[in-house]
């Protein structure tokens, strides 16, 4: 099987092209560096890769992800989130190719408190939700067979995220103000990786799995909460923290341009049982990457 990954520099395009290679021939595309590389805002540079190619098997990791920047970027988001991914599963549908795309908590907006399932009404608060909808509606308005994993507050021990800033600035800062109020799971990119994986073995064999899941770790907590994790996982592991007290505070007292979703959890109900799976408690993963960057620092010294 040819398999085409784009978006193989981030966080879960890294992961993915150690969870994909055992599957077939994996051509991995960057946004820039050595090797194949696209502007996927460029929807012909798009296609051009997937002729080159040819592949069986299209798995889409990458995505335009600067939720705050999108606002003023409408264009430059819709051509990478929404019209790359279009342009992929028009091709994939024409040459019968597996699709595999990944969406975002952002789709939905955020009211309740129940964990939102794959068929509730969506409801974008952002351009960046937007625009990750409209790519997820024209992958499945293409006829194309496909994949599309919604997931949330992604994060990797390669890369920038969420833990990373937080324990940047308690290695400084004695204070730290972090929002309360905003409900959801840390999913690590190392699982995306590895589901993706197991799903494609799956859909294999049984076409009727094909469709939309949520995909997330089990469990659920808020920024303040996870911050404190990851500050009481550091300290565990040695790790010299300067920060003396953590303040939880409403989002309203941290205005940013892009509106966030108040409750981003995710039901994997349809995902757990349509692939056998038992999703992990998020703490597990957000503890080996914080293991992964201290080694990670400890070579390097």
């Given at each position: 099987m040819k398999i085409l990954l784009f978006g193989a520099n981030g966080q879960v395009g890294w992961e993915l092209q150690r969870a994909l290679a055992p599957l077939g021939s994996l051509t991995s595309v960057r946004r820039s560096g050595a090797g194949l590389c696209c502007d996927m805002s460029r929807p012909e540079q798009v296609e051009t890769?997937?002729?080159?190619?040819?592949?069986?098997?299209?798995?889409?990791?990458?995505?335009?992800?600067?939720?705050?920047?999108?606002?003023?970027?409408?264009?430059?988001?819709?051509?990478?989130?929404?019209?790359?991914?279009?342009?992929?599963?028009d091709w994939a549908c024409k040459r019968d190719a597996l699709l595999v795309h990944?969406?975002?908590?952002?789709?939905?907006?955020?009211?309740?408190?129940?964990?939102?399932?794959?068929?509730?009404?969506?409801?974008?608060?952002?351009?960046?939700?937007?625009?990750?909808?409209?790519?997820?509606?024209?992958?499945r308005e293409s006829g194309a067979r496909h994949l599309i994993f919604r997931t949330s507050w992604v994060y990797?021990?390669?890369?920038?995220?969420?833990?990373?800033?937080?324990?940047?600035?308690?290695?400084?800062?004695?204070q730290l103000k972090v929002v309360a109020d905003q409900a959801g799971v840390p999913t690590?990119?190392?699982?995306?990786?590895?589901?993706?994986?197991?799903?494609?073995?799956?859909v294999a064999t049984r076409p009727d799995a094909f469709g939309t899941y949520h995909l997330a770790p089990d469990g659920e907590t808020n920024?303040?909460?996870?911050?404190?994790?990851?500050?009481?996982?550091?300290t565990e592991l040695g790790i010299a923290l300067k920060l003396e007290t953590l303040e939880p505070i409403p989002t309203a007292q941290w205005p940013t341009p892009a509106?966030?979703?108040?409750?981003?959890?995710?039901?994997?109900?349809?995902l757990t049982s349509t692939f056998d799976l038992v999703m992990p408690d998020w703490q597990r993963g957000v503890a080996r990457m914080l293991e992964e960057i201290v080694a990670g620092e400890h070579c390097q010294a």
């Open positions: 890769v997937l002729n080159e190619i040819a592949p069986d098997l299209i798995v889409n990791a990458a995505a335009y992800t600067a939720v705050d920047r999108a606002e003023s970027e409408v264009n430059l988001a819709y051509a990478v989130n929404a019209l790359a991914p279009q342009c992929m599963a990944y969406s975002t908590d952002y789709v939905f907006d955020g009211g309740g408190s129940l964990p939102w399932r794959e068929q509730d009404p969506t409801g974008p608060l952002s351009v960046y939700g937007a625009s990750k909808l409209a790519g997820e509606q024209a992958v990797s021990a390669r890369g920038g995220n969420f833990a990373r800033t937080m324990l940047a600035l308690a290695r400084t800062r004695t690590g990119a190392d699982l995306i990786a590895d589901v993706t994986a197991h799903a494609i073995r799956t920024w303040c909460d996870y911050a404190r994790f990851v500050f009481d996982t550091a509106r966030r979703p108040l409750n981003s959890r995710l039901d994997t109900g349809l």
